[in-house]
């Protein structure tokens, strides 16, 4: 059964949190990465990398660049793990 | 003595002291441990090394995870993760010293770099494909990556450099910052070695080299420099920092100071590549030029800590360096080799022994080269064993040696700077 957007949202927030020591309570919906969330590039990929193993999905490079906020990533995954 | 011949601006002092070792996590349980010749030297308990002759080395006896945070540890090379460690405590410890970003630097060397995150990316490539393979994976295995890491810390903008000359290179550092502040091109800069190689490849090469004691049933007696029954060096890891500065700039800011940096000898051998020469040409040219550029004699050396890393040929082969550079001085130094209890920490062996030379000379007190039982019949020096060895007051130098393969040879010289 697929994950619910909670669910996502939840494992997503401890995936950032591992990688950018960032409390998972910050990492919501509307929060921008590299604007609220101050995360490079690097961490980016990595997070995205960590994501499609947790989840089960694939996120090509160029996917990746749309994903501007935490929900756009949850709402992806969410589709694309269904 | 001619340190006079040079300029408060020119004379450079050490004011500030770091490290994370096998035998402390900082430079005060290291130190007490190495004069109460405590050996860090552990039976290594990870499944790999099984499929090795050697199961023995000198880990750091605090884990970085326990200082630093879980993001901070996945984005640095352990390596980077030592040199973070020592470089804050040595800062710290130099008070802080406040200067345009512009005039402060940084060089840190390592011997065989991010060795450990290489392997394991690799590891990662085979097992699970590219897209696994980290994006700080680079920045985590280029061996100025320490360096950087620092220079990020403090705001260094002076440059941030990595000398790379094997089990020489934390000293090379040393010297090199020496010249950067004489140059003129930096006030402050922030110097050492690190290493990070406890890894079952690199284990594996020394150990095909013979380089390595299998001494694998008496790990705490296996690093045994001088001793008859020695057979080879220990790996160690850890880092040892200094924080360097003009004479001119630690007076202006009322630093405490440990020691001046009063001469320093590079020399390389051109003779082989992994084998020292047997009779220490270049590196007594090193010692020579370490004692001359402080304006001082041979005699004035009381104290040596030898590179002396317990394998049979390039022990005895120091001895000869020794005797080559000091000639009747010789017998006047007593000599010490703190890797009987730190084992061989290789491109951070110069920096942690430089610190060691820097408080036997605080101190006045040598410490004793653990596990020397039976000294070698080849090892015509007073070398100080049992207990540490009371040092003599008055204008001396102490002396630090380190050798590298591919004949790289560095000898610092430090003094006590009259208050």
Known sequence: MAASEQEILAGLAEIVNEETGIPTGDVQQDKSFTDDLDIDSLSMMTIVVNAEEKFGVRIPDDDVKGLSTVGDAVTYIQKASA | ?419
């Open chain 2, 1 to 419: 003595m001619t340190s006079s011949r040079l300029t408060d601006s020119q004379r450079v002092v050490v004011t500030g002291l770091g490290a994370t070792t096998p035998l402390g996590g900082d430079v005060a349980s290291t130190w007490s441990a190495m004069l109460a010749g405590q050996s860090g030297v552990k039976v290594l308990t990870e499944d790999w090394v099984e499929m090795l002759p050697v199961h023995i080395a000198a880990p750091v006896a605090v884990e970085p995870s326990e200082i630093l945070p879980v993001p901070q540890i996945k984005r640095m090379d352990r390596s980077g993760q030592f040199a973070l460690i020592a470089a804050r405590e040595a800062w710290a410890d130099a008070g802080a010293p406040e200067d345009e970003p512009e005039r402060v630097g940084v060089v840190i060397a390592s011997g065989i770099g991010g060795v450990t995150t290489l392997l394991a990316a690799y590891d990662t490539l085979k097992e699970r494909g590219a897209r696994r393979v980290l994006p700080m994976t680079v920045p985590m295995l280029m061996p100025n990556g320490p360096a950087a890491i620092v220079g990020l810390e403090l705001r260094a903008r002076a440059g941030v450099h990595t000398p790379v000359s094997a089990c020489s290179s934390g000293a090379e550092a040393i010297a090199y910052a020496v010249d950067m502040i004489r140059s003129g091109r930096a006030d402050v800069v922030t110097a050492g070695g690190t290493e990070a190689a406890i890894h079952p490849l690199p284990l594996a090469g020394f150990a095909a080299m013979q380089a390595l004691s299998t001494r694998n049933d008496e790990p705490e007696r296996a690093s045994r420099p001088y001793d008859k029954g020695r057979d080879g060096f220990v790996l160690g890891e850890g880092a040892g920092i200094v924080v360097l500065e003009t004479l001119e700039h630690a007076r202006a800011r009322g630093a405490r100071i440990y020691a001046e940096v009063a001469g320093t000898g590079i020399s390389s051998d051109a003779h082989h590549m992994a084998q020292p020469d047997p009779v220490g040409a270049g590196a007594s040219r090193a010692m020579m030029q370490a004692v001359q550029s402080a304006g001082a004699q041979p005699s004035d050396v009381v104290h040596i800590n030898a590179h002396a890393t317990s394998t049979p040929i390039g022990d005895v082969a120091e001895v000869q360096a020794i005797r080559r550079a000091l000639g009747d001085a010789t017998d006047g130094a007593c000599v010490s080799s703190t890797k009987g209890v730190t084992g061989h920490l290789l491109g951070a062996a110069g920096a942690v022994e430089a610190i060691a030379t820097i408080l036997a000379l605080r101190d006045r007190k040598a410490p004793p080269t653990a596990n020397l039982e039976d000294p070698d019949d080849d090892v015509t020096l007073d070398v100080v064993r049992g207990e540490p060895r009371v040092l003599p007051d008055g204008d001396v130098l102490a002396m630090n040696n380190s050798f590298g393969f591919g004949g790289h040879n560095v000898a610092l010289a430090f003094r006590a700077v009259p208050a």
